[in-house]
């Protein structure tokens, strides 16, 4: 019970920062419209501001991404996980300042290092912090909390002035800084050499069981192999050169990656962060009324959130594989009926109905939100191999980053040229791609360690071995 608490008072550090990510992203939704009524014209904001308000800090996540990794590597979990934690208290101190949309846009861009942070420090952290049992159940957790922030920004923005959710801000970006009491992460220790301060650390987190010990001995094991290959190695620029061509051909670097860039694609591309993100323009226009997207979106975001707890409980029985592809495959399927059922109203073939509409957004937003919306971090997170991850996890955020800001810039044109039915069509048939090519590699990860995890993808495996490892029954 003592680790278990440890693991939670790590964990709930990680989840306030998580919780404060969530509010940087559903600012917009609610900033936007404010900022226009009180100037009493749209031009206040213009639909080109609005979308870099939407998705700037994707774009300006991407330094840091090239950042943090290294500060990482050299210098631990700890030490750039403050740095992230200072820099959003200043953040949103300047977003608490703002009186217009270009101050709001700079205090959003000065967010690049929280929004890249979720894919660099944060996942190293909840992945190697926690035992194999719970890290399934921090993983997903998190990723609820992280839509709390949103639709607290959100109810927020519709009741009060948005200034609020600065201060929401700014009271749990103070939490985090129990990072002063955590140990350093166990792997990143063993990484370095330091084998007996990674396992008081490990002991710390983990306690003494017979997992535990097994974990710290394959851990520990695996790295002084690594780091005795390392220290045989002739570290010439040519060698490094050669090494890094070397280790991007190595199937433990690339089929992890691809396999990640695969998760992460399903998560954008299934339409369902775009609806959140531009969930009261979406009910808007579906309905006709100001006052019913907001209520309507609150209610949605609502009904996310009940279905990210509810995919939680489901992560504890299910397979990670089974509840990701089981679900994703619904929530495509709810879209493309979506996407005819809309369609054939714009060709009158059909009278429209606001509820069937609303009732088809909601059960969308229900199977993904029971999947992908919860898995797809944990399952990048727990595949990406301990040693590749200072090369691995900065291409994959830098990926995910841009992607995610260019999904979100280039959706309000996706919806004004395709219209409703149009970009629903173009989001399921994209989520589909991705899906299928999950259901054909993505290998189990459940209650494994990250040790055995990485032997899925070791280069001594034939392809025919590892085809069968992959796909696992």
């Not at 009271?171 to 009491?181: E, G």
């Not at 429209?352 to 229900?366: A, P």
Request: aromatic fraction near 14%.
């Amino acid at each position: 019970m003592k680790q278990l608490n440890n693991e939670l008072f790590i964990t709930s550090g990680v989840c306030s920062i998580y919780f404060v990510l969530g509010l940087c992203y559903g600012i917009p939704n609610v900033v936007i419209p404010q900022l226009r009524k009180e100037a009493n014209s749209t031009e206040a904001v213009s639909e080109e501001m609005a979308s870099w308000i939407t998705s700037v800090h994707g774009y300006s996540a991407l330094p840091w991404i090239l950042v943090l990794p290294v500060m990482t590597r050299l210098l631990g979990r700890k030490i750039p996980f403050i740095l992230v934690c200072m820099n959003t208290l200043i953040g949103y101190t300047m977003f608490y300042c703002s009186n217009n949309a270009t101050f709001v846009l700079i205090s959003e861009i000065m967010q690049g290092s929280l929004a890249a942070s979720n894919m660099t420090v944060l996942i190293l952290i909840v992945t190697e912090y926690t035992t194999p049992k719970y890290r399934g159940i921090f993983m997903t957790v998190k990723s609820t909390i992280f839509f709390w922030g949103v639709w607290i920004a959100n109810a927020t923005g519709t009741f009060f002035h948005w200034k609020k959710i600065a201060i929401y801000a700014l009271v749990f970006s103070i939490y985090p800084f129990t990072v002063f009491f955590w140990p350093e992460s166990p792997s990143w220790l063993a990484m370095k050499g330091k084998f007996t301060e990674c396992a008081a650390a490990h002991h710390w987190l983990k306690g003494y069981g017979n997992d535990s010990e097994k974990e710290l001995n394959n851990l520990i094991k695996a790295q002084k192999e690594y780091l005795k290959l390392r220290m045989g190695r002739n570290r010439t620029i040519r060698s490094r050169i050669k090494g890094f061509f070397e280790k991007m051909t190595t199937k433990g670097f690339y089929a992890p990656l691809l396999l990640s860039i695969c998760v992460m694609s399903l998560y954008n591309f299934s339409g369902k962060f775009v609806c959140t993100m531009y969930s009261i323009e979406l009910i808007k226009k579906i309905t006709n009324s100001e006052s019913t997207a907001y209520l309507g979106m609150l209610i949605l975001e609502a009904v996310t959130i009940l279905s990210m707890h509810f995919g939680s409980v489901l992560s504890r029985f299910l397979r990670r594989r089974t509840l990701l592809l089981g679900s994703s495959f619904l929530g495509i399927i709810f879209l493309l009926i979506l996407s005819m059922y809309l369609y054939l109203i714009s060709l009158k073939i059909i009278d429209e109905n606001k509820v069937v509409s609303i009732s088809l957004l909601t059960i969308f937003s229900m199977t993904i939100s029971c999947g992908p919306m919860i898995l797809a971090c944990s399952v990048y997170g727990e595949l990406t191999p301990i040693r590749f991850r200072s090369s691995s996890l900065p291409l994959l955020a830098l990926y995910s980053e841009f992607l995610m800001a260019s999904v979100l810039k280039i959706s309000p044109y996706i919806f004004k040229a395709l219209k409703l039915h149009g970009a629903f069509l173009f989001y399921g048939l994209s989520a589909s791609v991705f899906a299928f090519i999950l259901y054909k590699f993505l290998p189990e990860t459940k209650d494994k360690t990250l040790q055995e995890i990485e032997k899925y993808f070791q280069e001594t495996c034939t392809t025919k071995d590892l085809s069968k490892q992959l796909i696992v029954k």
